[in-house]
DNA sequence: ACAATTACCTGTATGC
DNA sequence: TGCATACAGGTAATTG
């Protein structure tokens, strides 16, 4: 499940490999992950266009190319962006192949295909998918503990519903939220409105902390996700709750217990998250 | 206006 | 062994 620190790996690891090569040849083996064209003028578009820059936002990739185009792609739950060299099958879960100048290729696998991309104008890249309602980046300087203090007074939602909510803060999705809340002693369906001024300070920093630690291991591979040179991140590792119902907390030695908070598994420790 | 639920998807795990 | 079912969850669309 690719978030912020999956994403951003794969922005980092992709930019030096495919900045300055130019798209030749585009193949579309499934059309449905295009959601805002006709396939063929999606390849008619690209094709000939330059990879300028790769950026992110949230949990969106974001090439900006030099026709004035920008590809606005979405991972969503099983999603890769990985480049290889020339030649190879494709494989089953390609979807699209996008051929570069110099012999590389980029492909999108998606074994779900969950995963959407968008071809917009540069210069109105927000209008693509849910881009112009995302919240605040949780990891830039503009993201302070008085922002963050703002969102929480006026919800009385589940704090966890207020994490992975991207309008309210971009690019937390199940597994950081959990691991966030783990971290900050706080529990899940705790009302927004409800916590503290020490409490909220600990989500905070939390959210810092957790989201720092993915981006150093290199993200969270449960299963599927690599990054842009097909390679594993190992912070499943490090996580203290997601994915180990039923094992022993390893701060205080209670069983951890999984419950649904906003039509999600969720788990946490019942004497450390009260 | 806001919150909860369903649809989209398929590989994996589980139950009988 | 084979088949049916539940589950995983990010986001958009729908319902309450």
Same mark, same amino acid.
């Given at each position: 499940m690719?978030?912020?620190?999956?994403v951003?790996?794969?922005?980092?690891s992709? $930019?030096?490999?495919?900045?300055?090569? +130019?798209?030749?040849t585009?193949?579309v083996?499934?059309?449905?992950v295009?959601?805002?064209?006709p396939a063929l003028?999606?390849?008619q578009?690209?094709?000939?266009?330059?990879?300028?820059?790769v950026n992110?936002?949230?949990?969106?990739?974001?090439?900006?190319?030099?026709?004035g %185009?920008?590809?606005?792609?979405h991972l969503?739950?099983t999603?890769?962006?990985?480049?290889?060299g020339p030649?190879?099958?494709p494989?089953p879960?390609?979807?699209l192949?996008f051929?570069?100048?110099?012999?590389?290729?980029?492909?999108?696998?998606d +074994?779900r295909?969950l995963?959407?991309?968008?071809?917009v104008?540069?210069?109105?890249?927000k209008q693509?998918?849910?881009l112009a309602e995302?919240?605040p980046?949780?990891?830039?300087?503009?993201f302070?503990?008085?922002?963050?203090?703002?969102?929480l007074?006026?919800s009385?939602?589940?704090?966890?519903?207020?994490? $992975?909510d991207q309008?309210?803060?971009?690019?937390?999705?199940n597994?950081y939220?959990?691991?966030i809340l783990f971290a900050a002693?706080i529990?899940?369906?705790?009302?927004?409105?409800g916590?503290d001024?020490?409490?909220?300070?600990?989500? %905070?920093? @939390?959210?810092?902390?957790?989201?720092?630690?993915?981006?150093?291991?290199?993200g969270?591979t449960i299963?599927d996700y690599?990054?842009?040179?097909?390679?594993?991140g190992?912070?499943?590792?490090?996580?203290?709750?997601?994915?180990?119902?039923?094992?022993?907390?390893?701060?205080?030695?209670?069983?951890?217990?999984?419950?649904?908070? @906003?039509?999600?598994? +969720?788990v946490?420790?019942?004497?450390?998250?009260r």
């Amino acid at each position: 499940m690719p978030e912020l620190p999956e994403v951003e790996t794969t922005r980092k690891s992709l $930019l030096p490999l495919v900045r300055g090569r +130019t798209i030749e040849t585009v193949e579309v083996f499934y059309d449905g992950v295009i959601k805002n064209m006709p396939a063929l003028e999606f390849c008619q578009t690209l094709t000939g266009q330059r990879i300028e820059d790769v950026n992110r936002r949230g949990k969106y990739l974001l090439f900006h190319l030099s026709g004035g %185009y920008s590809l606005v792609v979405h991972l969503r739950m099983t999603g890769q962006l990985v480049f290889l060299g020339p030649g190879g099958l494709p494989g089953p879960n390609a979807r699209l192949v996008f051929f570069l100048s110099g012999g590389g290729q980029l492909r999108f696998m998606d +074994t779900r295909k969950l995963g959407t991309v968008h071809l917009v104008p540069t210069g109105c890249w927000k209008q693509a998918g849910g881009l112009a309602e995302l919240g605040p980046e949780p990891l830039e300087e503009g993201f302070t503990l008085e922002a963050f203090v703002g969102l929480l007074k006026n919800s009385k939602c589940a704090v966890k519903s207020l994490l $992975l909510d991207q309008r309210r803060i971009a690019g937390i999705g199940n597994i950081y939220a959990d691991e966030i809340l783990f971290a900050a002693g706080i529990n899940p369906r705790r009302p927004a409105n409800g916590l503290d001024p020490v409490e909220r300070e600990r989500i %905070y920093n @939390a959210i810092r902390d957790k989201l720092g630690q993915g981006l150093q291991h290199r993200g969270t591979t449960i299963r599927d996700y690599v990054d842009g040179k097909g390679e594993r991140g190992d912070f499943q590792e490090h996580l203290q709750v997601y994915s180990r119902a039923g094992k022993l907390c390893q701060r205080c030695g209670a069983t951890l217990v999984k419950c649904v908070v @906003a039509g999600r598994g +969720t788990v946490f420790c019942p004497r450390c998250q009260r």
